[in-house]
T-cell receptor, first 114, second 115 residues
Framework: DQQVKQNSPSLSVQEGRISILNCDYTNSMFDYFLWYKKYPAEGPTFLISISSIKDKNEDGRFTVFLNKSAKHLSLHIVPSQPGDSAVYFCAASKGSGNTGKLIFGQGTTLQVKP | GAGVSQSPSNKVTEKGKDVELRCDPISGHTALYWYRQSLGQGLEFLIYFQGNSAPDKSGLPSDRFSAERTGGSVSTLTIQRTQQEDSAVYLC?????????????FGQGTRLTVV
């Protein structure tokens, strides 16, 4: 039962353009969502998060959008840079009730071409 | 320490042997997670410790897997009678969890290879 899904295993964009990574979830109890970035041979690093009370959160070049009715979130990176090339994981948790377990998607490999 | 520390970084073991993987979380973090990433796969949840509560073991794939967290700090993941399908990168993470809406910080992982 894959509760968090990233249906695109890979994405390639040109430097300077926008990268859009998508994530879908099935559990309506999820109310906190995060994006992580992972380079080879390193652990994932936190990128940005959003609570279900919001529909947008922005941090520099990174913006996360949440569409609760569609159970869909996306990460926008603009402008994309070659250093953004990595695997991106979305994650979700049921924050209420203090069950902070994170459920991850399968990841999307982003390649930003110079 | 400054971050989550895992040891060893790499482990090669023979099929059927037991292995222990260690995780030192960030000081003061009450929540600790174990995940694994098999080749070409996503992050698979294994077990979650939160303070003094009973751990959430719902992700452990079989009874060969167990984990403990001593004194609310260091955690050890033990895999008994290892099988080739156990080969993966095992990742540990910790979070402050003063409330539930906090991000988890990951270690670099232990790459386990069962031959």
């Amino acid at each position: 039962d894959q509760q968090v899904k990233q249906n695109s295993p890979s994405l390639s964009v040109q430097e300077g353009r926008i990268s859009i990574l998508n994530c879908d979830y099935t559990n309506s109890m999820f109310d906190y969502f995060l994006w992580y970035k992972k380079y080879p041979a390193e652990g994932p690093t936190f990128l940005i998060s959003i609570s279900s009370i919001k529909d947008k959160n922005e941090d520099g070049r990174f913006t996360v959008f949440l569409n609760k009715s569609a159970k869909h979130l996306s990460l926008h990176i603009v402008p994309s840079q070659p250093g953004d090339s990595a695997v991106y994981f979305c994650a979700a948790s049921k924050g209420s009730g203090n069950t902070g377990k994170l459920i991850f998607g399968q990841g999307t490999t982003l390649q930003v071409k110079p | 320490g400054a971050g989550v520390s895992q040891s060893p970084s790499n482990k090669v073991t023979e099929k059927g042997k037991d292995v222990e993987l260690r995780c030192d979380p960030i000081s003061g973090h009450t929540a600790l997670y174990w995940y694994r990433q098999s080749l070409g796969q996503g992050l698979e949840f294994l077990i979650y410790f939160q303070g003094n509560s009973a751990p959430d073991k719902s992700g452990l794939p079989s009874d060969r897997f167990s984990a403990e967290r001593t004194g609310g700090s260091v955690s050890t993941l033990t895999i008994q009678r290892t099988q080739q399908e156990d080969s993966a990168v095992y990742l540990c993470a910790s979070s402050l969890t003063a409330g539930p809406y906090t991000e988890a910080f990951f270690g670099q992982g232990t790459r386990l290879t069962v031959v």
